[in-house]
Nanobody
Framework: QVQLVESGGGLVQAGGSLRLSCAAS????????MGWVRQAPGKDREFVAT???????YYADSVKGRFTISRDNAKNTVYLQMNSLKSEDTAVYYC?????????????????WGKGTLVTVSS
């Protein structure tokens, strides 16, 4: 069993930056592929970024070049650095753990979810 707790969300102006954290307990994050998924108001959840056990990263086209996912296995934490934020980035951001990056990217292989943290970007 894995518990995931996100933090770092908040209100930021367009063009600003935020760093989200996902602290895991129960099992180490190194055991899983990890990722971030977001859900904007009135929309379905969408893939944002994922990182494999070995550190390979993948991003949605909408955030490529602006967001960076990373993991600190010693701290059992995954991060999402978000730069050049846009109003369309406003969403609840969920941390996810699964067996593979493809599973997280496609949404079918997520074993654990956090409760989410709200990011609001004002224009």
């Amino acid at each position: 069993q894995v518990q995931l707790v996100e933090s770092g969300g908040g209100l930021v102006q367009a063009g600003g930056s935020l760093r989200l954290s996902c602290a895991a307990s129960g099992r180490t994050v190194s055991t899983y592929a990890m990722g971030w998924v977001r859900q904007a108001p009135g929309k379905d959840r969408e893939f944002v970024a994922t990182i494999s056990r070995t550190g390979s990263t993948y991003y949605a086209d909408s955030v490529k070049g602006r967001f960076t996912i990373s993991r600190d296995n010693a701290k059992n934490t995954v991060y999402l650095q978000m730069n050049s934020l846009k109003s369309e980035d406003t969403a609840v951001y969920y941390c996810a753990a699964g067996g593979s990056v493809s599973g997280i990217r496609e949404g079918y292989g997520i074993n654990y979810w956090g409760k989410g943290t709200l990011v609001t970007v004002s224009s």
